[in-house]
């Protein structure tokens, strides 16, 4: 009686984890995107007539930055850039190239400023991750770290 209760409940644990760890590996994938990048890439900006006004946008990719996906540049000031990672923060899918002040993400919808990253329709509910820059004025190179 006690090794048929023993087996039952090493089974039902079994049973358990089989069942928990593909619940708990789609929560940690979908968590990607809330992942900054490692290391840095730079553009020089002079190579983007997109950026050579205020509020101008564009993206860029590289293969071995932001796993890939683009990464977003706003320019806010004669020296100053907004970057984001194209990531969407919804369901890790890559957003399409900023257009008309906005940058959606096709896969479900959602909708984001090119000014801040917000969102502007959902179902995403947090903006694009913002990501750190350094802009060299003398060489016009915008180098973007996570
Ligand atoms: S992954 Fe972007 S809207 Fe769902």
Redesign the pocket.
Known sequence: MNDRREFLKKAGLLLGVGFTLPIISNVLNSCNSTVNPVGSITVKITDYPALSNIGGATSVTNAGFNQGARVIIVRTSSTTYNTYSGI?P????GVDPPSNNQIL?N????IFSTSNGSVLRG??RSGLPLLSNVFDNTTNILTITG
């Open positions: 969407c919804h369901a890790g899918c993400c896969c479900h919808g959602s179902p995403a």
